[in-house]
């Protein structure tokens, strides 16, 4: 059974990264396997613990880092968020590609633990039209958007070392160039294993 890969998916707060892999998975739920996240925030409206996120005290969290749980976390607008070791290699035990839709920092510590795995960020179409996308989600409050709006050129520097960009502007192109990178980066292969494959020798 061929390995499946790790796929980090990150971009500006409010690019619509959490909708690009929704529907992905929706429409193509064969492509990969999602991961569920530990945060400490509190869930928002229609959000459910163990679906959406596991929702966790700051004190369980703590208790999470010093067992050595996580692959990685981030602090983010004065929340923490963590990807659980367990989650990534149930995925990956089934030979499934594995989706992490998490900030660049996570995305940098990812590749640091699994230089195979393959960086994807998602654009704006313009930086007006990101923050007329924070607005309208109205679940920040003012304070919050003017902090995110200053932190906007500092997340688009966390990008250097991300392999593809791919612009959010119109939904589904945003979720069919995705799909091409996943399954682009499944036929990638060594000669020396496909020889073995078909030949039985290296």
């Given amino acids: 059974m061929k390995q499946g890969k790790v796929f980090v998916i990150s ?41 959406h996120y596991y929702f966790r005290s700051e004190e369980a969290f703590d208790e999470m880092v010093k067992q050595g749980l996580f692959l990685e976390t981030v602090d983010k607008f004065t929340y923490r968020y963590g990807t659980l070791f367990s989650e990534v290699e149930r995925i990956l035990a089934e030979g499934k590609n594995v989706i992490l839709e998490i900030e660049m920092k996570g995305g940098k510590n990812v590749k640091a633990r699994i230089p195979e795995a393959v960086l994807i960020f998602i654009l ?5 039209a990101l923050t007329e996308r924070i607005v309208g989600r109205g679940s920040e409050t003012e304070e919050e958007i003017r902090r995110r709006q200053s932190e906007v050129e500092e997340e688009f520097d966390q990008a250097d070392g991300y392999e593809y960009f791919v612009v959010n502007d119109v939904l589904e192109d945003a979720v069919e160039k995705v799909k091409s990178i996943i399954l682009a980066e499944g036929m990638k292969d060594s000669l020396a294993s496909v020889k073995k494959n078909y030949f039985g020798r290296n």
């Fill in 124 to 128: 704006p179409p313009s930086l007006e």
């Fill in 11 to 51: 971009g500006p707060s409010g690019v619509g990264k959490g909708t690009v892999c929704r529907l992905l998975m929706e429409k193509y739920p064969f492509l990969a396997g999602t991961t569920v996240s530990v945060t400490t925030r509190s869930p928002r409206p229609g959000e459910v613990d163990g679906v």
